[in-house]
């Protein structure tokens, strides 16, 4: 009561100054105690990402009465997409948003933390993060860096990709100029696919006029705006990104610094926006992908040819392997994934997939 009482007579001052001032009793209102700033990956008003992050952010003003506030950069502001992780470092931003497996280069043991080919779904992967000790190894990673890493929210299932010539088996990949990031690009040169990074922006018109043959981006619910269903006949399901996690970062001084009631409405709404997210890219895709086989009735889904999976799968253990031998967390999250995938699919075959197999009509 005697709180709410000296709140008010504060809030009343700073009323009367900003009256004074020309200002208004709105602005003195809204005034937060904590204005913390987010660098994302994303361009500006990038949807289902970005919409994460706004949520995220909408939450922490709400939940703690506008005590404190996230003010959003993207990558349109701040010109350094994959330099999120060097500035939350850096405590340029006290926050960031984009994906683990970006952070490959300048620590080989961040890559585990998205996706990885033939790794686990998303409920496996959940199960994982949150119960299955994978919070504590993406700790362990991440405290080297002095920040913090949380699940950021997943596209669910990534589609393998939109391809111009149908591939029938492993030769069909020689020579394939394909647009493919991360590990699965490391995997596919070893089949002869020269593998290229091409700017969003720029990958249409590549594909449209041959400098690439194919490329992959997400699944429905991002690649429907990109228009590359109308230039591509072939659509291909996903081996390379099963579970794609985001990331919210966090600098570990900034984050300790807070009260804790702000800490644990932080770390609840990163959770809740990233579970939302996962939700939303489900529906986004499957709205879109209603959209797209009605349009364009002569797109085929394809899935990749035994013999080309299998090859897939033996240099993807390969290349794990001769990293492992390199680097000992490297090898701890390796193995770590790879015993609980093994746990945690035989639930997934009696479960999901015994329902799945024989109820799709
Ligand atoms: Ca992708």
Known sequence: MIKRFSRLIVCTMVACSLLLAGGTLQSAEAAPKYSWKLAMTWPTNFPIFGDAVKNMAAMVKEMSGGEMEIRIDSK?????????????????????????????????????????????????????????????????????????????????????????????????????????????????????????????????????????????????????????????????TGWHEPATELQFLVNQKKFNALPKHLQAIIETAMKYAAYDMYARSYHDSAVNWEKISKEYPNIKIRTFPKEVIAAMKKENKKLLIEKSAKDATFKEIYEAQKTYLKKVRKWTEISDYAYLKDNID
């Open 76 to 236: 349109n502001k701040h010109k350094a997409p994959f330099g999120v992780l060097d500035m939350v470092k850096a405590g340029q931003y006290e926050m960031g948003h984009s994906a683990s497996y970006y952070w490959k280069g300048k620590d080989i043991n961040t890559l585990f933390f998205t996706t990885m080919p033939f790794g686990m779904i998303a409920p496996e992967q959940y199960a994982w993060f949150y119960y299955g000790g994978g919070m504590e190894l993406m700790k362990k990673v991440y405290d080297r860096h002095g920040v913090n890493s949380y699940p950021g929210g997943n596209t669910g299932n990534q589609m393998g990709g939109w391809f111009q010539k149908e591939i029938k088996g492993l030769d069909d990949l020689k020579g394939l100029k394909m647009r493919i990031p991360g590990f699965a690009g490391e995997v596919l040169s070893k089949l002869g696919v020269v593998v290229t990074n091409i700017p969003a922006g720029e990958l249409y018109t590549a594909l449209d006029r041959g400098t690439i043959d194919a490329l992959e981006w997400v699944g429905p619910s991002l690649d429907l705006n990109m228009g590359f269903h109308k230039i591509a006949p072939f659509y291909y």
